[in-house]
């Protein structure tokens, strides 16, 4: 009975029983609840369950493929979960410093199509996964029929 009441008082001072008792919920990298738990040991993904901490904490963007977030983050104070401002707004944290960056759209001709703020907003907008065009533009070739670059051509040599 010591050793159990001792083990419990240790990962309450170190902060792991606090933490694994928090909700957690997974979100596809579409934005979408893709599964509520009552606490990161229950997720059933007990190899990666540091990882899914790290990406809670916002130390780390995605784990075993889905966005993660405890129940307490200040993202759910905003918005409703499900609606299309809280999937924006979520999808907008992860987005790398790349993705971050304006984007121009050409045609196969090389004339310019749109200026956008992000890659994200262009897939949004022409709804195809943002991966598409970022991979498109790290690679030089075309996606869903068209050219993409940064605004700023510099950032590729970095």
Same mark, same amino acid.
């Given at each position: 009975m010591y050793a159990k009441e001792r083990m419990q008082q240790h990962m309450v001072l170190n902060?792991?029983? !606090?933490?694994? @008792? @928090?909700?957690? $919920? @997974?979100?596809?990298? #579409? %934005?979408? #609840?893709?599964g509520t738990y009552d606490s990161i040991s229950k997720t059933g993904m007990y190899v990666k369950? %540091?990882? !899914? %901490? =790290?990406? *809670?904490?916002?130390?780390? /963007?995605? *784990? %075993?493929g889905y966005i993660w977030r $405890?129940?307490?983050?200040? /993202?759910?104070? @905003? $918005? &409703?979960i499900g609606t299309e401002e809280f999937k924006d =707004? /979520?999808?907008? &944290? *992860? /987005?790398s410093y790349v993705e971050r960056q304006k984007v121009i759209q050409y045609t196969l001709d090389g004339e310019i199509v749109k200026k956008w703020d992000n890659s994200y907003l262009a897939a949004k907008s022409l709804n195809c996964h943002i991966f598409l065009i970022t991979r498109a533009m790290i690679s030089k070739k075309e996606a869903l029929g068209f050219k993409w670059d $940064?605004?700023?051509? &510099? !950032?590729?040599?970095r």
């Open positions: 902060g792991s029983m !606090i933490m694994s @008792k @928090k909700k957690v $919920y @997974k979100f596809s990298t #579409l %934005g979408n #609840l893709v369950s %540091g990882r !899914i %901490g =790290a990406c *809670c904490n916002r130390r780390s /963007l995605f *784990c %075993g $405890y129940s307490n983050d200040p /993202l759910f104070d @905003k $918005y &409703e =707004a /979520l999808l907008q &944290e *992860c /987005l $940064y605004n700023n051509s &510099e !950032i590729r040599r």
